[in-house]
């Protein structure tokens, strides 16, 4: 993990509950560069080897029992040789949600490459089976591909609180643009009669193809990250998400190809166009979120090219 000359303040509050959950005086060291979604600080234990610690503002009253949802998918699927490092501690202040973890000495890459595409597909297939908490990514993105269940106020029990608000988010895009509204409207008539999927078995990571996820030691992966919306459902999902990445680059047409045809065998077409479909969605929705528009016309650019692509596939 890259570090920083100067770490993030951290909150006495917090470094007072990360010592008493795991028993050990915490001194700051310094800030990690990656963590999409929460700065990472590397730390030292006191008597002990140094970890690292992700601090996020408490988001719902779920917040926690999330947390230590994803830090029992850690335990399961390290048991089973999953690359991630070991969790040593969860825990909440009244403000901020934190999560401890051995600390790995390797760099997050700044791309993925054919190679590391590659060894994360052989990781992805550690996950077939493993499903151990009843976090469904799947109905969830069959919901968002298809429109059912339309978003309205309050909660899908079946839902987090953030796949609820992300819900509602999404039901808004076509009023984006006429460009946005096109591309949503081929997608939900690509999977207009596809049916709700069964129960799928396999551990789902989420946020696999985020490359500052991949921490590697001479080109070889030795751990993936930021496995806080872990799940269970299909594991096409974080295949369909390493593919959309490599739209980005032509020398990645190549691994694309093995992509798509892992991914048909998984789910077969109308699963694909389900995932693909949720997928371009969440693409389309995180720019728009932030207001960064020059970036919506290239999403809209990739997602019919993606749709293209899987169209023809279906006859091959």
């Known amino acids: 993990m890259n570090e920083s000359t100067h770490p993030e303040e951290l909150s006495t509050e917090i470094l007072d509950d990360v010592a008493g959950v795991v028993g050990a005086e ?29 601090a996020v503002p408490l988001a719902h009253p779920d917040h926690l029992d999330e947390t230590l949802r994803a830090q029992r998918v850690v335990e399961h699927m390290r048991r089973r040789g999953y690359p991630t490092p070991a969790w040593l501690g969860v825990g909440a202040t009244a403000t901020h949600v934190w999560h401890l973890m051995d600390f790995v000495d390797a760099a997050p890459v700044p791309e993925l490459t054919p190679s590391l595409i590659e060894q994360l597909m052989e990781i992805i297939e550690l996950q077939a089976g493993q499903a151990s908490e009843p976090y469904d990514h799947w109905s969830y993105a069959w919901r968002v591909a298809t429109g059912q269940d339309p978003a309205v106020a309050g909660r899908d029990l079946n839902e987090t609180p953030e796949q609820s608000h992300l819900r509602q988010s999404l039901a808004r895009l076509p009023d984006y643009s006429s460009v946005v509204s096109a591309l949503v409207e081929r997608l ?25 996820n991949v921490l590697v030691r001479d080109g070889a992966v030795v751990a993936v990250v930021d496995i806080g919306n872990a799940g269970s459902g299909t594991r096409a999902t974080d295949l369909i998400a390493l593919l959309w990445y490599t739209f980005q680059d032509p020398l990645l047409d190549g691994v694309r190809r093995r992509l798509w045809t892992r991914i048909l065998d998984l789910v077969g077409w109308e699963g694909a166009a389900v995932l693909v479909a949720a997928h371009v969605l969440h693409m389309l929705e995180i720019p728009i979120r932030h207001g960064r528009h020059d970036v919506v016309p290239g999403v809209v650019a990739r997602g019919h090219r993606a749709l293209d692509e899987l169209n023809a596939l279906r006859w091959a």
């Open 188 to 212: 939900r008539l690509v999977c207009a009669d596809v049916p709700p999927p069964r129960e799928a078995p396999d551990m789902v990571h989420a946020d696999l193809a985020t490359p500052s």
């Open 26 to 54: 915490v001194t700051l060291l310094s800030r990690l560069s990656g963590g999409v979604n929460g700065g990472a600080t590397r730390v030292q234990l006191a008597g002990r080897a140094n970890a690292v610690l992700k």
